[in-house]
């Protein structure tokens, strides 16, 4: 028989924290927007917001590489959104978000962006968006003229193996600064008086990633700056990779100390990696491979945040991991997103039966790929009840879709989801 938490006056909080621990609350907690990989798309943000008859106005653009909208408390109050994110308030792209100010969409949405989002329009129509808003730059993504989100332009300079130096992909990766402590802190005071559980992305935190590869602010990054050839490195570069590896949780580390005595354990979980490791069918790589470069430091950090502090640990992979489930519980995460059950081996009463007394699955809770975009409500009603059943089960779930929600999603199949839910947490 399972534990379960009968609490009718239940706060957010203490739900997640509930499922967090492996008991079941009183209903499932929900997520939409705690993180850059469980939010919405503006456009869908926007219409959601008239779904529900609140009050209207152009929704802001919190993180412009996805084109994620920030949900406000209104919108949030009106899904029954348990979590709230701490997300920083430096871009992908390496400015500020601060000073909004009105844009449109290619597709004539009215949106608010960062006073730094400066774009201009190519020959061919595409929308390309510069580092730290420098026009004078050579640009970092390209949006084509019938798109919805930024792609990577790759600025690769050529690779001289002999002059390559662990310390040319650590560029991004600084000490935490008083600034940025004091932007975590007067965040961190908004999202606690929400009443919702608080879900961080600490700056200067990248535990093994590769650098990400817009290389926000650099005109001439150097170092591996192209995703397929950081893959590659690791087979061809191997102790370069676990040198890079190794100098970002140096960084990590010392940063995770001056955050945890400035916020102590007002955080209740923390995204601390989102280095993908599954296709739609297979991997990256092999385990033994994932064993020897990224476990040692993965780790570390978990050790460090387990010893010193009582937050979970959020690891983000897409794709088909099942396969490494197993080492990511040996390596100290508390918690999978997005549980892309649609991957092979990704089935959620296996992943819930192996490994669901170790992770908490965040996410999983509708297909994002088939069914939300393109099932009937009927369908996604149907999907979502079943997940909500497998995992929910003992606690261990907190529900977000499998990945942020794409643009052109039918809005009332997003609203078929939520109102599922619901209706699952109704009948407990």
Known sequence: MTEQVHASTMTCRDRVLTSLDHREPDRIPIDFGGTPVTGIHVSLVSALRTH?????????????????????????????????????????????????????????????????????????????????????????????????FFD???????????????ADNLEEYDPVSDADLDDLDDDLAIAEATGRAVIAVLPG?????????PAPGLEHPRGIRDVTEWYISIKKRPEYVTQVFA??????????ARIHGRVGDRLDAVMTCGTDFGTQTSAFCSVDTFENLWSPHYRRVNDWIHEHTNWKTFKHSCGSVERFMRSFIECGFDIINPVQCS??????????REY????????????????????????????????????????????????????GTPVENIVAVIDAVHEFNGRA
């Open 205 to 213: 935190m990248a535990l093994g990633d590769i650098a990400f590869v």
């Open 152 to 166: 990577t332009i790759v600025r690769q300079e050529p690779i001289d193996d002999s002059r390559l130096d662990p």
């Open 356 to 407: 669901g007394r170790d992770l908490v699955f965040w996410g999983g809770g509708v297909d994002t790929q088939h069914t939300l975009p393109f099932g009937t409500p009927n369908e996604v009603r149907d999907q979502v009840l079943r997940r909500c059943e497998i995992f929910g089960e003992g606690g261990g779930f907190v529900f977000n879709t499998i990945h942020n929600v794409q643009a």
């Open 343 to 352: 991957a092979a081996h990704m089935e959620a009463d296996h992943l819930k």
């Open 52 to 148: 529900y008859g609140l009050e209207p106005h152009p929704v802001r653009v919190h993180e412009p590489y996805q084109m994620l909208g920030l949900i406000d408390d209104d919108l949030k109050r009106a899904m029954g959104v348990d979590v709230e994110g701490v997300v920083g308030r430096e871009t992908m792209f390496g400015f500020r978000n601060d000073q909004w100010k009105p844009w449109t969409t290619p597709q004539g949405l009215d949106v608010l962006v960062s006073e730094d989002f400066r774009t201009t329009v190519d020959e061919r129509g595409d929308t390309l968006i510069y580092p730290k808003g420098n026009l004078s730059a050579s640009p970092s993504g390209r949006m084509p003229k019938t798109g919805f």
């Open 247 to 256: 100098a970002q949780v140096d960084i990590a580390l010392e940063n995770l």
